[in-house]
């Protein structure tokens, strides 16, 4: 089987690439975050600090966590409910933030990431796929881009959502969301030591999908 890792700070658009990428190999796609986001919106509903470990790992036992594609497009299912949309508020980005500091919460969803790519080619994003979660994965890309830029893209895309939020507020989530993902005792967010930096800072979508889709082509073939 042949794992793809990429890795990267919030908005740096890994899964919107890592879809197209996944859909232009035949790679089954798996998007961790989705999975930690799920987490953290359980938290929230459940009315649990999501920063305080105790409280969230009481909670696991209670989480059923599936993954389910139609038309190509991963869906979530939190307990049996699709959550795909529901997860992808800045309420619930900063709650799987907190949660995804947790070690008990990681050694949750380890076992599950690795088994998925243990049965099939997968292509799979995150914040530690190619350090701790697949570091033996053939390809491991870092994914990144300047701050104000990931936040320019994630405000139009909440804007075009019809999300009340400015660009200042988004900002200054990213640089939180950062500074939590980088500092955290568990698996905090970097690159490998054999990743591939892509920097998409001034690129458009077309053009950073074929800057990822030449390092994956150069170390697998195809």
Same mark, same amino acid.
Request: aromatic share 0%; glycine share 0%.
């Given at each position: 089987m042949i794992a793809i890792a990429i890795d990267g700070p919030s908005g740096a658009g890994k899964s919107t690439l890592a879809r197209r990428l996944a859909a232009q190999l035949g790679y089954v796609y798996v998007d961790t975050g989705a999975m930690y986001r799920s987490i953290g919106l359980f938290a929230l509903r459940a009315g649990a600090d999501c920063g305080d470990e105790e409280s969230v790992a009481a909670l696991l036992p209670e989480i059923s @966590? !599936? @993954?389910a594609y139609e038309d190509g497009a991963q869906h979530i299912l939190l307990n049996g409910e699709d959550v795909s949309e529901a997860i992808r508020t800045p309420e619930v980005a900063m709650a799987a933030s907190? *949660?995804?500091?947790?070690?008990? *919460?990681r050694a949750f969803l380890l /076992?599950?990431?690795r088994s998925l790519a243990a049965r099939q080619n997968v292509l799979m994003d995150g914040r530690d796929i190619g350090t701790v979660i697949l570091p033996h994965a053939q390809v491991k890309i870092f @994914?990144?881009?300047?701050?104000? !830029?990931r936040a320019r893209r994630r405000y139009e895309e909440l804007a075009a959502k019809g999300q009340s939020v400015t660009y200042e507020e988004v900002l /200054? /989530? *990213?640089r939180l969301r950062d500074y939590n993902d980088t500092h955290r005792a568990a698996a905090p967010l970097k690159a490998a030591d054999d990743a591939v930096l892509v920097d998409t800072t001034g690129l458009t979508f077309d053009e950073s999908f074929e800057k990822m889709l030449g390092v994956i082509r150069a170390r697998i073939g195809g």
């Open positions: @966590l !599936e @993954l907190a *949660v995804s500091a947790h070690p008990s *919460v /076992d599950a990431q @994914l990144t881009a300047a701050p104000e !830029e /200054d /989530d *990213v």
